[in-house]
């Protein structure tokens, strides 16, 4: 067991000296639990149009299956949590997280030396990297490697410091000591439920077909009518929940460059979001995660929120 401990605090060390803001371990498993809480979910129709979360739903709940002979899941946290807000106080809003370069690949890239230091330490072990791209339950995964808790709004909140990040995922065959699981510290708190504009919250769920994210980048239909002046000025994500909650008042501003806002962005004004043309769009949200939604998605989302 010491073996397994040194070797899960070595790559702990060495993913914090790479800028993870927390790793944890946890012993790669059925995720009994999740399973019927997954499958009340579909069958609920909470997934909306999101039709992929209804496909590989045995990959999503053993990691077995993902990496064969898996004996660890590796989760990791990685800040993004930037103050700064948009110069105009009427221009359509976007989440912090997409401000700055795509995080799929910011956090990919910064995975490469983990993978390379655990390669050279521990010789050819199977791994694979999981950056919010395949069938994992990032969250499950995160919450039981102790990086935190699913708050009721089922972000991870670690404390000391909130919910402003990134997950990613190493499963691999490398056995490791595993971390106790983190506990839940939301208590009788719920200003996140009694924030969300769209009631697309419950304590420890969210309707995903009524989340201002789903309806900004995932519907590719029309936003339903029902939402009309209920979006409370957001046209890519929404941040409600997470600035309303008390343990973001503990989060400290990301050290990552790739994530700083572009200064365009920032000082777009109502009046410039309204008249955007795609050369525009291209050019503010080159390498963004905002390009999503596409330029046509972005203008309807912008164009609903005009509408009374």
Not at 77 to 97: G, V, W
Not at 117 to 142: C, M, N, Q
Not at 268 to 287: H, I, K, P, S
Request: include cysteine; proline fraction near 6%; aromatic fraction near 10%.
């Amino acid at each position: 067991m010491r073996d397994l401990r040194e070797r899960s605090d070595g790559i702990k060390k060495k993913a914090r000296e790479l800028g993870f803001l927390a790793c944890g371990v946890a012993r790669a498993a059925y995720l009994e639990e999740e399973a019927p809480r997954l499958e009340r979910w579909l069958r609920q129709g909470k997934q909306g149009a999101m039709g992929y979360m209804e496909r590989h739903f045995d990959l999503r709940l053993d990691p077995r299956k993902l990496v064969p002979g898996a004996r660890s899941v590796i989760s990791l946290a990685y800040n993004y949590h930037n103050p700064t807000r948009q110069a105009d106080p009427e221009a359509p809003k976007i989440s912090s997280y997409a401000y700055g370069r795509d995080y799929h690949k910011v956090v990919k890239k910064r995975l490469a030396p983990l993978i390379g230091h655990i390669h050279d330490s521990y010789g050819s072990v199977t791994l694979r990297a999981f950056v919010d791209s395949a069938p994992v339950l990032e969250k499950a995964w995160a919450e039981r490697s102790g990086l935190g808790w699913r708050g009721k709004h089922t972000n991870v909140i670690r404390q000391g410091n909130g919910s402003w990040f990134f997950l990613a995922e190493l499963i691999t065959d490398l056995e490791l000591e595993p971390d106790p699981p983190a506990m839940d510290h939301c208590g009788s708190c719920r200003r996140c439920i009694d924030a969300c504009p769209t009631d697309a919250i419950e304590p420890y769920g969210v309707d995903g077909s009524r989340c201002i994210s789903y309806l900004t980048i995932e519907l590719k239909d029309a936003i339903p009518a029902e939402f009309q002046g209920r979006m409370e000025g957001w046209a890519f994500g929404c941040d409600i929940c997470q600035q309303v909650c008390p343990w973001n008042r503990f989060a400290q501003t990301h050290s990552e460059p790739e994530f700083s806002p572009r200064s365009e962005l920032l000082q777009l004004t109502a009046a410039e979001w309204r008249d955007m043309t795609e050369v525009v769009f291209e050019r503010v949200f080159q390498g963004s995660a905002v390009k999503r939604t596409k330029y046509a998605g972005l203008i309807r989302n912008v164009r609903f929120l005009e509408e009374r």
